[in-house]
C-alpha cells in the first residue's frame, strides 16, 4: 500500500510574512486588505474535491478576527493547530513573550473551534539552536506536538543535524512529539521538499521526485506545507528587498495547478494523524510509526 503523507497550510496573509518585517509594522495590519479568507476558502474547496484532511496551523490574529473561518475548517473535518499569535520569530522573543503568544493563540483557537489544538508550528520555522528553550514551554502549555524545525540551513532558519524523520524529544518538563519539514539526504546535506517557497521556486519534478524518494526507497511519509497567499497571484504588491521580493512573488500562479497535481499524485493527511499511525484518508492502518499520544 502507498505510505499516506501529511498536508499542512499556515495560515496567514500575505502582509504576516517574516520578510515584510521592516515593511509592514504589526500597528499597520488592520489598515491592510485582508485576503486570508478567501484564499483559504479556496483551498478548502481544492481539499475537498480531492477528499483530503488537512492541519491547519492558524495564526491566532487571523482567528480572533475571523472566527467563522476557525469555525468552517472545523466543520469541515479537518485539524486545528497554532502557527502562534502574532506570527513572530521565536528568537526575537524572550521566553515570557513565548508562553504568552502560544498560550493566547492556543486559548482563541480551541474556544472558537470547540475542539483540542495539540499541534505547534513556528513562525518561519524559528525554533533553532537559539531557540530550543522553546521547546519546554509547548509541553508546559499542553501542546503534544511541534512541526517548527526544518533540518537544514538556510539564512532565518534550521537545525541541519536534526533528525529528518518524525521523533520524540525528551526535555525536563516532558516529552514532545516533532514533526520536521521534509528532505532528502544527498551526500552529506539535506535538501527542502516539503513545500512552500521550494514548491513555488523549483520545479514541480523536484517535490514530485523528492517526496516519491522518501515514500518509496526511505519508507516514510512526507510532511508537506503552505500558505493560503501562495495561491493568490493577485496579492497586493509589498516592498522589500530583491531576494525577500523574489522568494515571495515567484510562480504563484503555478501554485494552485502545482497543488491539484501533488494531490493526485500523493496520498495526504493530517499531521496528528501520522504522528498517530493513523495517518490515512480514510484511516488505514498501513502507516505504522510508534508514537502514541
Partial sequence: MSIVNAMSVDVEDYFHVSAFDGVVPR???????????ANSERLLEIFHES?????????????????????????????IASHGFAHR?????????????????????????????????????SVTPRSLWALDILIEEGYKYDASIFPIHHDRYGIPVSERQPYVIEREAGSLHEAPASTIRWGPLNFP??????????????????????N?????????????WEIDPSQPRLQGSRLSI?????????????????LKDFQFS??????????????????ALPYVW
Fill in 27 to 37: 500597528s499597520r495590519w488592520d489598515t491592510l486588505e485582508s485576503r486570508v479568507c
Fill in 51 to 79: 477528499e483530503v484532511d488537512v492541519t491547519f496551523f492558524i495564526l491566532g490574529w487571523v482567528a480572533q478576527r475571523f472566527p467563522e473561518l476557525v469555525r468552517r475548517i472545523t466543520a469541515a473535518g479537518h485539524e
Fill in 89 to 125: 520569530l521565536v528568537y526575537d522573543l524572550t521566553p515570557a513573550q513565548f508562553r504568552d503568544d502560544v498560550r493566547r493563540a492556543k486559548d482563541i483557537l480551541e474556544s472558537t473551534s470547540g475542539v483540542e489544538v495539540a499541534g505547534y508550528r513556528a513562525p518561519s520555522y
Fill in 193 to 214: 521538499i516539503g513545500g512552500g517557497g521550494y514548491f513555488r521556486i523549483l520545479p514541480y519534478e523536484w517535490t514530485r521526485w523528492g517526496i516519491g524518494r522518501l
Fill in 216 to 228: 518509496r526507497i526511505e519508507n516514510r511519509p512526507a510532511i508537506f506545507y503552505l500558505h493560503p
Fill in 246 to 262: 523574489f522568494r515571495h512573488y515567484r510562480n504563484l500562479d503555478k501554485t494552485e495547478a502545482r497543488l491539484r497535481e501533488l
Fill in 270 to 287: 493530517t499531521v496528528r494523524s501520522l504522528l498517530a499511525g493513523t495517518a490515512s484518508p480514510h484511516q488505514r492502518p498501513e502507516l
